[in-house]
Nanobody, 115 residues
Framework: QVQLVESGGGLVQAGGSLRLSCAAS????????MGWYRQAPGKQRELVAT???????NYADSVKGRFTISRDNGKNTVYLQMNSLKPEDTAVYYC?????????WGQGTQVTVSS
């Protein structure tokens, strides 16, 4: 079955960096678009970034120029490099696979940015 396991979250000061990883299994990773979403307390889950099989990327306006999504098909892993972090980036970050009408999510990893 599909499994998505996120790691790399933590507590960081504003202006700092973190790198999130999502290890995927149970499907053919190289042929699927992957994404990162986040959900802050009291807010809806929102798209952060996506990456296609060909490496094309898309970002939320709020993270453009600061975050970079990438993938390693040999390791079945998608990454989110987060630089110049702000307190408003504080959220639980989720890895996502959307396949047809079905969406799969990891358990999430907490990112907390202190001011």
């Amino acid at each position: 079955q599909v499994q998505l396991v996120e790691s790399g979250g933590g507590l960081v000061q504003a202006g700092g960096s973190l790198r999130l990883s999502c290890a995927a299994s149970g499907f053919i990773f190289s042929v699927q678009t992957m994404g990162w979403y986040r959900q802050a307390p009291g807010k809806q889950r929102e798209l952060v970034a996506t990456i296609t099989t060909g490496g094309s990327t898309n970002y939320a306006d709020s993270v453009k120029g600061r975050f970079t999504i990438s993938r390693d098909n040999g390791k079945n892993t998608v990454y989110l490099q987060m630089n110049s972090l702000k307190p408003e980036d504080t959220a639980v970050y989720y890895c996502n696979l959307s396949r047809g009408p079905r969406a799969y999510w990891g358990q999430g990893t907490q990112v907390t940015v202190s001011s």
